[in-house]
């Protein structure tokens, strides 16, 4: 356990009212949208069959708005629903969606690789407290100890560019980092005991493909990973094909990744893999100065050439 982890209680970040109006605010928002005829679905989330617990909603019926909700368990990154993956959404006109800073920098983009237009989608952002992380219980108020590790040092809590936001952001306490502390410590590691680390961290890989079926930017209807003639990827779950399959797919999200760590908390084997994507990011940042999701832009830093792009990698 670190030093973070032992400093960590379970005294409520917010009070219960925060949550309640975002609900409230979210459920008024779709009822209009839906009554007038501005948007033909709203996307959110409902509460799930156990107590305590969320899951994403498509609501077409403003009777039904009442059934939004918003709490510390909404994780999912909702974004998804409106990429090519899930196309049928979209065929039913404008759609509304209930969107985080970090679902907000999908949005964008998706908006930037010209999978989504601006007007084509209503944004209720959330003033967002943060929401809870792998493996904490459900039905316990958002705490110290068990709010998800993004969202301890979140830029993004009060989303900008969006056509309503629900609620207002409550005080917070200042969170220690824990991403921070562990980019710092695989940094401080040697190329050979990052190899090491990432080598069996990938061992356990079981290829399930949860990391791209829940990735908003995993939207491409052939993955080339999946074919066979000629094969790119092994796709067995053997230590060479793991190894090429999340190389590969961390290169494809480098400078994409809106970082909503979703790849990782869909991993039944615990395979940190938003470290890796963070740590992509913090690279394609100091080398070219680009984050993505701050806004759309058509091309990443690895998808155009520009005369002053440092050289200096090429021996």
Not at 112 to 120: A, F, H, N, T, Y
Request: glycine share 6%.
């Amino acid at each position: 356990m670190t030093n973070t982890a032992q400093q960590l209680d379970t005294t409520p970040l917010v009070d219960t009212g925060y949550y309640a109006a975002v609900t409230e605010a979210i459920r008024a928002e779709a009822a209009r949208l839906l009554t007038d005829g501005t948007v033909a679905a709203v996307i959110g989330y409902q509460a799930g069959k156990r107590k305590g617990t969320a899951m994403p909603a498509i609501i077409t019926d403003p009777a039904r708005a009442n059934d939004l909700i918003f709490s510390p368990a909404c994780v999912n990154n909702l974004a998804l629903y409106l990429t090519k993956a899930k196309k049928d959404i979209r065929k039913t006109g404008k759609v509304a969606i209930v969107a985080k800073g970090c679902d907000m920098r999908a949005l964008a983009g998706l908006m930037g690789e010209s999978q989504l237009k601006r007007e084509d989608v209503h944004i209720i952002a959330v003033a967002c407290a943060g929401v809870k992380g792998s493996g904490a219980a459900t039905g316990e108020p958002l705490t110290t100890a068990n709010i998800a590790k993004k969202c301890r040092e979140c830029t993004v809590r009060e989303p900008k560019g969006a056509d309503s936001v629900a609620g207002s952001l409550p005080s917070l306490p200042e969170l220690s980092p824990v991403e921070a502390e562990e980019l710092a410590r695989l940094e401080a590691m040697t190329p050979r005991e990052r190899w090491s680390f990432w080598k069996e961290h990938f061992s356990r890989c079981v290829r399930c493909l949860a990391c791209r079926s829940i990735c908003p930017f995993c939207y491409c209807e052939q993955c080339m990973c999946d074919r066979n003639r000629p094969q790119a990827v092994e796709t067995s779950p053997r230590p060479a094909g793991n190894m090429a399959w999340h190389i590969v797919r961390a290169m494809h999200l480098s400078g994409r990744c809106a970082g909503c760590a979703e790849c990782e908390r869909a991993c039944p084997m615990d395979i940190p893999l938003n470290l890796l994507n963070r740590k992509m990011a913090k690279e394609l940042k100091e080398l070219y100065g680009h984050e993505a999701g701050l806004e759309p832009k058509e091309k990443g830093p690895l998808a155009e050439y520009r005369e002053d792009d440092d050289q200096s990698f090429i021996k």
